[in-house]
């Protein structure tokens, strides 16, 4: 993408993404009109459909950031040279850090999925998977491994975790007793207790 930016020197991208992000978190993605998008962001709607073809492409992209983030960093946990129940914890406790720090978008995405063309459904459908799969992948080779209890199967496991992600929205408050760390510890904790043989 080009780097047009104002004399702020923020992105266009940047800015259009944002006030989507602010506004689908505020009033809901079929609330919200790509009028008040490109007012929010101080651009044209020219320059919106320059970087984004269409507000289905911001809903994309407002996932599509956290995922590939994420994706990066499970990468690198599983990849590390550790034994897997560190490379699982790290993981496990990544996604929740990374989940909070960017939870507008995800509960946007969760709320608004359904909206996606069939297309891009797909392709975040496709993404999604990859991630679980990695993931799962940890969990298979600690049980292969004999480090995990085969008692419940990988994919079990992996939906168990992930469920419990994706209801952060409902409860998490920045505000709360508990900082993004000690909830993403608490939870991999967990993960790894019911993984013990």
Known sequence: MARTTESGGTPVPQRLLAAATRLFAERGYDRTSVQEIVEAAGVTKGAL????????????????RVLRLQQERLDAFADADAPVERRLHDAAADVVVTTIENLDDASIFFRSMHHLSPEKDK???AERRRYHERFRALVEEGQRT??????TPADLVVDYHFGSIHHLSTWY?????LTPQEVADHLADLLLRALRP
């Open 173 to 177: 408050r920045p505000d709360g007793p």
């Open 146 to 151: 004999g480090v995990f209890s085969t008692a």
């Open 49 to 64: 459909y320059h970087y984004f073809g269409s507000k289905d492409d911001l809903l994309h992209e407002v996932y599509g």
């Open 123 to 125: 392709q975040v459908r």
